[in-house]
């Protein structure tokens, strides 16, 4: 079991378990992390239909359920 996510993680990389890039922390809320997407990220459609994520937004929740580790960078679990 991961640690969950907090506002010391502010920042971080998030990657997919193959380390893929998808995008960084800007914002923790009740213990899950918004991540704020870029053009530069790797983000593909299978990754945002895993994480419920869709196009109307920059941001997006991160819930632990989805988090492998916490670690220099937040990796995502496999599927």
Partial sequence: MTRDINS???GKRVVTSDGTH???V???RNG???????DD???T?????ML???DSDDTHELRNEH?????DDIRLRGR
């Avoid at 899950?32 to 870029?38: E, F, I, L, P």
């Avoid at 459609?45 to 239909?49: H, N």
């Avoid at 988090?67 to 670690?71: I, S």
């Fill in 8 to 10: 010391g993680d502010v």
């Fill in 22 to 24: 998808v995008g960084e």
């Fill in 26 to 28: 800007s914002d923790v």
């Fill in 32 to 38: 899950n992390a918004h991540v704020q997407t870029s």
């Fill in 41 to 43: 990220s790797d983000l």
């Fill in 45 to 49: 459609d299978k990754v945002k239909s």
């Fill in 52 to 54: 419920g994520w869709d």
């Fill in 67 to 71: 988090v492998e580790r916490v670690g």
